[in-house]
């Protein structure tokens, strides 16, 4: 269950919130401010990447043979 909590459903989640914050970032502060927070987004990405991977094998336990091509296959698949 934590495979699927952590590895799939957890990064659509962190990435469909950052792409509906960068949508009203620009339109409501303008192009030039949402590309700023479009290239601040790589270092949060980043760092959500990291916590992902500490929470789930770190913190639960769980196996990186199963647990990180998962989670990096939906991350990546959802990259906007």
Same mark, same amino acid.
């Given at each position: 269950m934590w495979y699927v909590i952590l590895g799939i459903l957890a990064p659509i989640v962190l990435?469909? =919130?950052h792409l509906v914050l960068g949508i009203w970032i620009t339109v409501a502060r303008g192009?030039? #401010?949402g +590309? &700023? *927070?479009s @290239? @601040? &987004?790589f270092l /949060?990405? /980043?760092i959500g =990447? #990291?916590?992902l /991977? $500490? +929470?789930g094998i770190g913190y639960f336990g769980l196996d990186v043979r199963i647990y990180m091509p998962i989670l990096t296959f *939906? $991350?990546?698949f959802t990259q906007s």
């Open positions: 990435n469909l =919130m192009s030039v #401010i +590309l &700023g *927070f @290239a @601040a &987004g /949060t990405k /980043t =990447m #990291i916590f /991977t $500490w +929470l *939906f $991350w990546f």
